[in-house]
């Protein structure tokens, strides 16, 4: 699983760098932007669209945190109802 993020954070960062190396005003070079964060980089790549540059892909970051097993799983069994609760406000009764 953590393999799987960062594989999508790297093809994601790479994008990124792609989409800021298509401007022509681009002084960077590709090494500089390599060691950069993913978060400058997105800045970057917000002020460096070009009309005719692919616009970036937003990737969906995939969280199976607390997911078990068999959730949704509906029973088929009847379901028996509960008996109805009742108060008394007298004198308690024994029951033997």
């Known amino acids: 699983m953590f393999n799987n993020g960062l594989n999508t954070y790297n093809d994601n960062k790479s994008k990124t760098i792609d989409l800021i190396m ?3 005003k681009c002084t960077f070079t590709k090494e500089q932007l390599e060691v950069k964060e993913l978060d400058e980089l997105k800045s970057l ?4 669209v070009n009309e005719e540059a692919p616009q970036p892909i937003q990737q969906q970051a995939y969280n199976f945190a607390g997911q078990i097993e068999g959730a949704g799983v509906t029973n088929n069994d ?3 109802p509960l008996d109805v609760p009742s108060m008394n406000f007298g004198p308690e009764e024994k029951v033997a």
């Not at 790549?45 to 460096?48: E, T």
């Open 78 to 80: 009847k379901e028996e």
């Open 22 to 24: 298509a401007n022509k």
């Open 45 to 48: 790549a917000s002020l460096a």
